[in-house]
């Protein structure tokens, strides 16, 4: 009889910082740069195993993590704008039973008589368009639900969203549309055909090139591209009863609305409804990942209402990916910039979905090993979240693949230090490690023009080891790389002097320290207010801050302890400096802390919070029995619960506005 395998014990503080740390890389990924690294089901997979790990252990929650905030943050390139209501994202079901699960739910919040409004869930940009006595004045993306990014001049070009209606009757003189962009399939096909005519690399799916072709600085990229729309929702909603209606006024208006939408009476209609567009989605001329399913009554919605991230009477039902098989090749290992191997199967090409995989990124040994991977095999791969390529089984899986012990970029030593599961190149010259360190340093500190190609450049020439050698290039150095004459060779010169004084918290996540993300950075920066505080710091003293647990306080104190602190003091010597965190003074909020949860109608969460910190008070991410209000306003979820249970004292909108100095 064989022997179980014997799981390897981790601690929960160290895996709930590892999940923090891909949760809000993948959500940066996905929401900001449009560039998604894992699908839905892994993401979800991640974020349900850290709000499980912080239920069990509250003292384990902090500040900035994802838990407590819908997903994503908006773009520095367009102006923030403020979404009158939050537009929140959507539960999943990804099968029959999870279908009937949520069916079974709202049947018991609001009894038996419920009609469904099935929709097509489609795969594009989800947008919101603001129109003031019937034109339209503001158009602005999801971002993060509550702030998106004005993108009003590249939605005005788009044919199919009116630049003025006549509000259907009863609707206020400014009202709110929601709805989505999307790619169709056949112009997506021609702008790649124009692409590859040019010598220029393939876009690569509809979902993707539609969220960029929105976000152009230039309007005239947008216009040029054939996107549409179709819109959804109406805010507020006037004289309609229910989704249907809205629906209908919508199309009333002149709005591009879905025709292949339907009223259901039961949970089985719904199911059948679902099964017949998965058979037929290939007859649309638009991509679609599901359906959204929502309860049609208003006066149902409103009984149900929300939790913190979705409303609880509309789920999206997934559909399954498309599917190929193909043949193992070859798996590679690539290190990245805290030297951390991940093996990627390189596979015979294929299409799936229309897109040609030829990479598929394994992530970690034990996920190779659990799905019994190697060269010669032959994988069924889909594109989860019809993006990412994922092999989803082998024909006759073969466990025992290993990492290799020596790194094979540098050639040095690989190890594995429990309880983590990355294998990491331990040799700090490591040139991929080097390299990745050195594209983070300058992606964070926004130096333009230094990419890859020029980085690989100037450590190969013995130019840059560091991010401080950066600062020591001369025009004469830059101008002897490839793809630099003078000016560009100025140019890049003057952006990196431009960057030496960077934000304290900016320059803190540019270091690259272990477990501290940007929020965490700005945390940091907020309590310390210097570099030169900071540096000095025990690790009781950054146990302190909250939010900082005491992983992540041992790894920022080992790191301004070992050669982190040399890197610190060569920037320093060459000119850079970070600005200090404006103090706080005394104030009438000074020792209180308050925590914000919901949306707020009148002034924006960040603005409220700075507001708090000016007044010399503490605005904190998590609910502890040290918090001393809790400011609630619509959508408040599990801050709100806890609080409640804790008894402390809650505060609306008005309420805490009212505590404000005249």
């Known amino acids: 009889m064989s022997k179980a395998k014997k799981k390897t014990k981790v601690d929960p503080a160290v895996r709930v910082e590892e999940l923090r740390e891909l949760i809000r890389r993948h959500e940066h990924a996905y929401y900001v740069l449009d560039e998604p690294e894992v699908s839905d089901a892994e993401y979800d997979a991640l974020f349900l195993e850290l709000r499980r790990i912080e239920d069990e252990r509250p003292d384990l929650i902090s500040a900035d993590s994802p838990t407590h905030r819908v997903s ?169 009863k229910s989704q249907w209606d809205v629906l209908n006024a919508l199309e009333s208006m002149g709005f591009r609305v879905n025709k292949n939408r339907r009223r259901l009476d039961s949970i089985d209609q719904v199911i059948e409804y679902h099964g017949e567009w998965q058979r037929r989605r290939h007859e649309l001329e638009y991509e679609i990942d599901g359906m959204v399913v929502k309860v049609d009554a208003f006066p149902q919605q409103l009984e149900l209402g929300f939790v913190a991230r979705s409303p609880r009477w509309a789920i999206a039902f997934k559909y399954a990916p498309e599917q190929a098989e193909t043949e193992v090749e070859e798996i590679a290992c690539y290190v990245g910039r805290t030297g951390v191997l991940t093996p990627v199967a390189h596979v015979k090409p294929v299409v799936v979905g229309g897109v040609t995989i030829r990479n598929v990124t394994m992530h970690n040994e034990a996920q190779v090993n659990e799905k019994g991977v190697y060269v010669g095999a032959r994988v069924v791969i889909h594109r989860a979240g019809d993006v990412i390529p994922e092999i989803v089984s082998v024909k006759d899986p073969k466990p025992g693949w290993r990492m290799p012990a020596k790194c094979p970029v540098c050639g040095g030593e690989v190890v594995r230090e429990e309880p983590y599961i990355a294998h990491r190149c331990i040799n700090p010259f490591c040139g991929a490690q080097r390299l990745e360190r050195l594209r983070h340093f300058a992606a964070v500190m926004d130096i333009e023009g230094l990419g890859y190609a020029t980085l690989t450049q100037v450590i190969e020439r013995g130019v ?196 404000l100095p005249k």
């Open 72 to 240: 994503g943050e908006a773009s520095d390139q367009f102006a923030k704008v403020r979404h009158r209501s939050p537009m929140l994202s959507l539960q999943n079901a990804f099968d029959e039973a999870e279908i009937r699960a949520f069916d079974k739910r709202v049947r018991a919040a609001v009894g038996d008589k419920v009609v469904y409004c099935a929709e097509l869930k489609i795969d594009g940009l989800a947008i919101s368009i603001t129109y003031a006595k019937g034109r339209l004045q503001r158009a602005a993306t999801r971002g993060d639900g509550t702030t998106g990014e004005d993108v009003t001049a590249n939605v005005r070009t788009i044919r199919s969203v009116p630049l003025a209606v006549t509000p259907a009757k009863g609707l206020p003189e400014v009202f709110e549309v929601r709805g989505e962009v999307y790619f169709p399939i056949a112009g997506f096909e021609k702008l790649n055909r124009e692409m590859e005519a040019a010598g220029k690399p393939r876009f690569v799916n509809p979902r993707n090139t539609a969220a960029g072709s929105v976000r152009q600085i230039d309007p005239n990229v947008t216009a040029a591209r054939d996107l549409q729309t179709f819109m959804y929702t109406l805010d507020p909603a006037g004289p309609c």
């Open 464 to 659: 840059v080891e560091d991010p401080s050698d950066l600062y020591r290039m001369s025009r004469d150095q830059v101008i002897e790389l490839d793809g630099f004459a003078d000016k560009s060779a100025q140019n890049l010169v003057g952006r990196i002097a431009g960057s030496a004084r960077p934000e304290l918290g900016r320059f803190l996540y540019a270091l690259g320290i272990p477990q501290v993300g940007e929020a965490t950075a700005q945390l940091l920066a907020a309590d310390f207010g210097s570099i030169e505080r900071l540096r000095g710091a025990s690790e009781e003293d950054l146990r302190r801050v909250e939010g900082v647990g005491p992983s992540m306080a041992h790894e920022v104190h080992a790191y301004f302890q070992g050669p982190g602190s040399e890197l610190v003091k060569r920037l320093l010597a060459v000119g850079v400096e970070p600005q200090a965190a404006e103090a706080v003074g005394e104030g009438p909020f000074t020792g209180k802390t308050f925590v914000f949860t919901g949306a707020l109608e009148t002034i924006s969460r960040p603005d409220a919070e700075a507001l708090v910190r000016k007044l010399g008070g503490k605005a904190a991410g998590s609910v502890s029995a040290k918090t001393d209000y809790v400011v609630a306003g619509p959508g408040a979820g599990s801050k709100l619960e806890k609080a409640q249970r804790l008894k402390l004292h809650i505060l609306d909108e008005e309420q805490f506005k009212a505590l």
